[in-house]
């Protein structure tokens, strides 16, 4: 009998946030959760945020914790403000420092960019890039052709950053989550 596969916990940093965790070559659960109330300023988030992952690692206790990187705001053509800023860095300062608290030693950031490559197919030469609201669309279509079944583009985020993190630990899993070798 072989040892179960390393487990992880990946979650899409947000007010509203998405999450997957399970084994890797297993079927994940996941879900999304609001972290405060609308319009809540960031205490009230960053704590909302170390209850909801405080509670989760503690009940599935993963080998490895993995988060979608934050953008950095220095990209974001002054578009932001310092509330913005301070939630972008917060959210991952919170949630390392809970996962460690909780015993999870590998923590790890995984970049958007990343994982959108990973599990959709290239856009045919000369058609441009894919604009922002067309990438959240485009992954949510991924999820569901490979059989999940998100409510929300929080959930298909979550969902596609696990399964980027499985194909790291185990490039056979994340192979069938490609189109290339998804069986849709």
Not at 161 to 166: K, M, N, Q, T
Not at 167 to 176: E, K, M, P, Q, T
């Amino acid at each position: 009998m072989s040892a179960p596969g390393k487990s992880i916990f990946f979650m899409d940093l947000a007010r509203n946030a998405g999450w997957c965790e399970g084994r890797v070559g297993e079927r994940p659960i996941y879900g999304s959760e609001r972290l405060a109330p609308e319009g809540s300023d960031s205490p009230a988030v960053f704590a909302g945020l170390l209850r909801f992952i405080g509670g989760r690692l503690q009940a599935f206790k993963p080998n490895l914790f993995i988060y979608e990187a934050p953008r950095d705001p220095r990209h974001m053509g002054g578009q932001t403000n310092l509330a913005a800023i301070r939630m972008l860095i917060g959210l991952p300062a919170v949630a390392e420092a809970t996962a460690y608290a909780c015993g999870v030693l590998d923590i790890r950031e995984a970049e958007a960019a990343s994982i959108r490559s990973f599990l959709l197919p290239p856009r045919p030469k000369g058609s441009g890039r894919r604009k922002e609201g067309e990438l959240k669309s485009d992954v949510f279509k991924q999820i569901v052709s490979l059989g999940y079944e998100p409510k929300n583009t929080d959930e298909s985020d979550a969902i596609a950053g696990w399964l980027y993190a499985c194909s790291i630990l185990d490039g056979r899993v994340g192979a069938a989550a490609t189109p290339l070798f998804s069986q849709t």
